[in-house]
């Protein structure tokens, strides 16, 4: 975190916003999170829930805010700003490592670090507890599905490839227990020419 000089005036009024700051609605539904059995919704706030929850409280009290993307070596991030009408600021970076290089996955994570990026400055609260399970325990489809595995397999025989090597090469005893985070790259490399 960066900050100006002095962030005394900022700091009084980040207080008092933050005193009477509304909790973040959670519009958002997350089915791969509901679990009857434990009471979880699977309920989140989005970027506008958060940003209906600190905008109007900020600016009564003198704080606006900016957020600026950045992609650098793989990680797509936001450097998110508090600024007070007397001119204090604090601002710090929020990313995370794309998995994906493309348009789309960009966008979706600059959304995802926007979010978190400005409730964490804001200090508003987001989701469900949900006791880091999202963080503790791989996520329920952590593999590929069946349609994806048969993907694969028309892929490596159109492209006159052995299954074995791949499942070599990947440590695997079969394709279904191949990563959701590996399935593209896969593809694209099975889609490679072969080098001589």
Partial sequence: MKQSEQINELAAALAKAQAVMPKAKMSGIN???ADKATGKSGAYATLDDIRDAVKNTLTANGISYTQHPYSING???VETMLIHSSGQWMRSRFGVPSAKHDPQAYGSLLTYVRKFALAAAA?????EDTDADEV?????SSTISPDQVAIIRKELERHNKPESKILKHKNLNDLSELKQSQYDRLLDNIRQPIQK
């Fill in 75 to 77: 990680e797509v991030g």
């Fill in 136 to 140: 503790s325990h791989e996520p329920p």
């Fill in 123 to 127: 200090g508003v609260s987001t989701q």
């Fill in 31 to 33: 089915s791969r999170f």
